[in-house]
């Protein structure tokens, strides 16, 4: 007959003169008070812990070693899923523990009973810790642990003998995830029921939740039931914003939380919640609200009312339907398109056709899809009045809309076109719409023209010869007129590279080599500004803008002369008192050459 003895509290055998597994708590399970502890190995070699981190892959029948201090183990059968346990996770298992001889000390399967434990918290051997961490869920395996990550020389006398190798056939039946989510012991995570999809609530997300928070001691100090709040503005207690962040939509959890993240050294008198309290607090998180900016200066907010379909969204001149509900901050209702049954409205996205928010946000939205829009003044109405359908917007107004995009019909990208000339049309179109924007001074709604416009003609290899000096005039337009753009948005590095994308196509341009002389000169580049001007004379020396700005250039060039001479004069008289010149290159270049309109 096989004597049994205990890996935790496991057997019913008579088991003394053993050091207990739990330490300072007793992990029993329910319905066991007769079972006893197993000896416990040495205090854990805590910088062992992390020495098996990367997945272990065998084969049914295959045993490798894990780890670097001996530890083996052989699959017995596959688990399910890619998924394993990680420290602090709730897991149960079955096992059967024996010598290398074959005698059994311990089998939760003679007793019909799963143990369950928390792994990597040092409540069984050394080896299991590392070795479970290894496996999948309903995965069976052979572990062969030597002594270092058992009982050591010592053993557990009489049933375990000194520095013994001992063997346990696990299965892994599941585990129950718990996550230190704060990273200091201050809020732990346990699932009690998994969330959909993989995306979390983000800090301007609005939540609607479940909680009921209990006292250590099994106390119900605070319920509710559909509480909604924004998460950065948190509810209740710090733990709550933390861990909604973690969640996903129809997960359920129970919270350990720490004074720190509850109510601290003060408690909460007025909700029965004392001092240095430590809560559970069992969340639900049922839904939320995905609430985004939609510019990069946060003056337009849009909050998804409801999901829409798919993951395509219009762009910039798609044609849009939608239904819409415009208000005032004071709920006067300043326009309603698409409801009682007329028509939805329709425009055309970025055309400016409507107020620049409700032109950005309508190109963030899906089909189907209906959000609530914050817009602050300057992209609505701006800081004069303006009269709707339903009511005069006054002046410095920030709106709101309720807006539903019903459906829209993007604008063709190059790559929807079929045939070359189709390209070359849609290209000229786009240069035209630049040129519009340009004229009313709205330089970066044209640099986006200007861009598409090249884009469709960019690649030519299938043109015709024909073809293929249309697409070279048009590109060349284009990129010069787009260098414009950029010179009055100051961004001169930009400007400098599509001057030279001109200039490789066609190194005689005048005004290419002109506008990228103004770039330079902005960014005091002065001797390759001089450079393009004089090659631009040689070209076309009765040019006057050109000429103009050879003699402004001459006059810098000899300002910054002076400064160098002055520098250095006072560098070797040492004087150390500042220049009040005005640093050469920061003044705004001149008015460049006009647009090119041909082509």
């Given amino acids: 007959m096989k004597q049994q003895y205990s890996i935790g509290h496991w057997s019913r055998a008579p088991h003394t003169g053993s050091r207990a597994l739990t330490r300072s708590r007793d992990y029993r399970q329910p319905n066991m008070d007769e079972d006893f502890d197993i000896p416990v190995a040495d205090e854990m070699n805590d910088e062992f812990m992390d020495d098996i981190e990367a997945p272990v892959t065998l084969k049914v029948g295959e045993e490798k070693e894990i780890g670097n201090q001996g530890l083996k183990k052989k699959l017995l059968k596959e688990g399910e899923g890619w998924d394993t346990p990680e420290s602090g996770d709730e897991v149960e298992v079955h096992y059967t523990g024996t010598l290398l001889d074959g005698t059994q000390f311990d089998s939760s399967r003679d007793r019909g009973t799963p143990f369950k434990f928390t792994l990597g918290q040092g409540q069984v051997i050394k080896g299991w810790d590392l070795g479970i961490k290894t496996m999948k869920k309903g995965e069976n395996a052979l572990f062969t642990i030597p002594a270092d990550l058992a009982y050591g020389e010592a053993g557990s ?34 699932i009690v029921k998994e969330g959909e999809k993989w995306e979390n609530p983000k800090d301007l997300d609005e939540v609607l939740v479940n909680y009921e928070v209990q006292l250590e001691d099994g106390t119900v100090v605070a319920k509710s039931d559909g509480v909604e709040f924004k998460v950065e503005d948190g509810h209740f207690c710090p733990a709550l914003a933390k861990a909604v962040k973690t969640m996903k939509k129809g997960e359920k959890v129970i919270l350990t939380v720490k004074p720190e993240y509850g109510f601290g050294e003060k408690g909460k008198p007025e909700g029965s919640i004392p001092a240095n309290a430590t809560l559970q607090i069992t969340l639900e998180l049922l839904s939320w609200k995905v609430v985004t900016n939609v510019t990069d200066d946060k003056k337009v907010i849009k909050k998804i009312l409801k ?103 993007k604008d063709k990208e190059s790559w929807d076109m079929t045939t070359t000339q189709e390209k070359i049309e849609a290209a000229g179109k786009k240069k035209e719409e630049g040129n519009a924007f340009f004229k009313a001074g709205k330089y970066l709604k044209a640099v ?152």
């Fill in 307 to 409: 999901e829409g379909e798919g993951y395509e969204r219009p762009n910039e001149g798609a044609v849009v339907q939608v239904k819409l509900i415009g208000k005032l901050q004071d709920g006067t209702v300043f326009i309603k398109k698409g409801h009682d049954d007329s028509e939805p409205f329709e425009f055309k996205a970025d055309e400016e056709q409507v107020i620049d928010g409700l032109d950005k946000a309508v190109m963030t939205m899906k089909k189907g899809e209906v959000a609530l829009l914050t817009i602050a003044p300057e992209y609505a109405f701006g800081s004069t009045d303006s009269k709707q359908e339903l009511a005069v917007v006054p002046p410095n107004s920030s709106v709101t809309y309720e807006i539903e995009l019903v459906s829209f019909v």
């Fill in 448 to 599: 986006k023209r200007y861009e598409k416009a090249a884009k469709f003609i960019e690649y030519d290899t299938n043109f015709e010869e024909d073809e293929k000096k249309q697409a070279k005039a048009l590109k060349i337009t284009c990129n010069l007129n787009n260098a414009a753009c950029q010179l009055k948005l100051k961004d001169y590095k930009q400007a400098e590279k599509l001057c030279t994308k001109v200039l490789e196509l066609e190194s005689t341009n005048v005004k290419a080599l002109y506008r990228r002389a103004q770039a330079y000169i902005n960014v005091a580049d002065l001797d390759l500004a001089e450079i393009d001007v004089k090659k631009a004379l040689e070209i076309d020396p009765n040019n006057k803008d050109v000429k103009h700005e050879y003699k402004l250039l001459k006059e810098k060039i000899k300002e910054y002369n002076k400064k160098d001479a002055k520098f250095y004069g006072n560098m070797f008289a040492k004087m150390t008192k500042p220049s009040s010149n005005k640093a050469a290159g920061t003044k705004e270049a001149e008015e460049p050459m006009s647009i090119d309109s041909k082509a």
């Fill in 157 to 190: 006398p009489p049933t375990i003998p000194p520095s013994a190798t001992l063997q346990f056939d696990v299965q892994l039946l599941s585990w129950v995830s718990v996550k230190d989510i704060c990273k200091d012991g201050g809020i732990f995570k346990k």
